[in-house]
């Protein structure tokens, strides 16, 4: 039980990191570009995980294709499109179509695990989840025209990368959580490099000037997101699919709307709705039917 109430501790925790990443991209990309952003985010989360002083490439050989995998699909591929998609859609838009990713998870694993069949109360937990989502977020789908319907395709596209990459997390053998995280994070700043200095070299400005219409509050928010949103949150939910399942740690996209709501609650004065409270309620019973044992 003391387990379990850790584990649940620390999905509510993640989600409410994860949860404000999407405002703290909003406020980045005002004055970064979102392949710089990409670059600076993991940057200042590979510093912050260093001073861990991780042992990152012991048993790196024999996990280097899963490593290497959870590097592009958990961080390089999601964070540029996010970014990307976030300067066409509403962050709150955002924040509820990467909950999609528990289902994708989960579809992912019984493909892989085979020996792991859905119970009727995982299945049931997983459809009131995430219709408890919907009604929580209230979400128009119809509203979502042009530029926006295609990069709200664009983050389930990367909702899809994070269930694969979380899937990854739980086949990797012989390394802790932070291992994990700094090896894969250390890894995707190395890819970005090029695409950032690609950008910069093409860009029509140049890069002394372009550097200074970078705005202070962009700097401060995409400091939060490598920091906060990255390095500290990456540790939670490896620990979690380390210690329970990537399925599990998932549902952590059903609460990060409830979260992006509360965030923007407080720092922006938006009004709480009944689809809060009747869309939690779903999301938590679902949740507790996801990870029920009985078949």
Known sequence: KKNLFYSYLGLILLSAIWGSSFLFIKLSVKTINPTVLTFYRLLIASLFLLFFKVKIFENLKKNIKGILLIAILGNLLPFNLISWS?????????????????????????????????????????????????????????????DSFFFSLVILFSALCYALSAT?????????????ASTSTILATLFSFPVMVWFLVNSDK??????????????????????????????????????????????????????????????????????????????????????????
């Open 168 to 180: 990854c997390v739980k086949l990797i053998k012989g390394q802790t959580a932070l291992e994990i």
């Open 86 to 146: 976030e300067l066409y859609v509403d962050s709150v838009v955002a924040s509820s179509l990467i909950g999609t990713m528990p289902i994708f998870t989960f579809i992912i694993s019984l493909m892989i695990f085979k020996d792991t069949k859905p119970s009727l109360f995982q299945t049931l937990g997983l459809i009131i989840g995430f219709c408890g989502m919907i009604i929580f977020i209230g979400l128009d789908f119809n509203s979502l025209k042009g």
């Open 206 to 295: 140049p890069i002394l000037i372009y550097l200074k219409t970078i705005s202070f509050e962009s700097i401060v928010a995409a400091t939060t997101l490598g920091i906060l949103c990255t390095g500290v949150a990456i540790i939670i939910f490896f620990k979690l699919i380390q210690r329970k399942s990537a399925v599990f740690a998932s549902q952590s996209n059903y609460l990060i709307p409830c979260f992006g709501f509360l965030w923007s609650f407080i720092f922006l004065e938006e009004k709480l709705t009944i689809n809060l409270f009747i869309g939690l309620i779903m999301i938590v019973f679902g949740g507790y039917l996801l990870n029920s044992k009985k078949s």
